[in-house]
């Protein structure tokens, strides 16, 4: 079914993005708040992993990240006051830290809070899962003293929310925020792909496939009832940026 919607290269990989929103409003201190969604995978990657994954390379040769990406349009990752994670994936955790001199990790986004559901960084903690090397120590150690966990449908910053959303993990959750056109989702890895918007189409390492059938299908019954746009984190399609949101066209 997959070969029909998708072609693999020729050791059987496809093209996936590892796409991030930046949020940016004005305070009233004339500043402006931002916000990230999603960090990548970041770069902490040995040289076989670089092979393995064909991580994107930028000018420098070295694998492009968030980091780059920001800086590319002129935003300090110290500027982030924000980070919100759908999970603790390395492809969607890995970008908050990075190596220092002399190997040290350090912070990408010092001056930010990292917000996820309190499920999700025990289940991580612990290893929870089918990979494993998945949750990964480099990615979570560095950051405990700046997570704040939550607990199921809340709005952990004013205007931004987030609800939960298990089946890729059991404390997956997606971001949800409004703009003056109306209500915008992240949907995470509920629904990753735009193929995977079939009821059938799942990742091979949800680990309740069935639940993530039942939260895809409950997101999009409220995103035709209610005029949502998706933001879809593992699509490659081309990014825009819009409003001061960056998303996938």
């Known amino acids: 079914m997959w070969s029909k919607w ?3 290269d020729a050791e059987n990989r496809i093209w996936l993005s590892m796409n991030c929103v930046l949020l940016e409003r004005p305070t009233l201190g004339g500043g402006i708040e931002r916000i990230l969604v999603e960090s990548g995978a970041g770069g ?27 800086r590319e349009i002129g935003v300090d990752p110290a500027s982030i006051k924000h980070v919100v994670l759908t999970h603790l994936h390395f492809d969607h955790a890995g970008g908050l830290t990075r190596f220092g001199v002399g190997g040290a990790l350090e912070l990408v986004f010092p001056n930010a ?3 996820v559901q309190r499920q999700e960084w025990l289940d991580a903690l612990a290893n929870k899962s089918t990979m494993s090397r998945t949750y990964l ?7 405990a003293n700046s997570v704040v966990l939550h607990d199921g449908d809340v709005e952990p910053i004013p205007g931004i929310c987030v609800r939960s959303a298990p089946g890729h993990t059991w404390g997956h959750q997606m971001v949800i925020w409004k703009d003056h056109e109306g209500t915008i989702c992240f949907a ?8 995977h918007s079939h009821p059938a189409s799942s990742l ?33 399609g081309d990014c825009v940026v819009q409003r001061g949101i960056r998303t996938t066209n």
């Open 137 to 143: 120590p480099a990615n979570l150690e560095p950051i």
């Open 188 to 195: 995470g890895d509920t629904m990753p792909t735009i193929h």
């Open 204 to 236: 091979g390492y949800d680990m309740l496939p069935y639940q993530t059938m039942l939260t895809k299908r409950a997101m999009l019954d409220d995103a035709d009832r209610e005029h949502w746009r998706l933001v879809l984190d593992h699509e490659p």
């Open 113 to 115: 809070q990292v917000h």
């Open 6 to 8: 998708i072609e693999p």
């Open 44 to 70: 902490k990657w040995t040289a076989k992993e670089e092979a393995v994954y064909l991580f994107e390379r930028g000018v420098d040769g070295r694998v492009r990240t968030v980091e780059h990406a920001l």
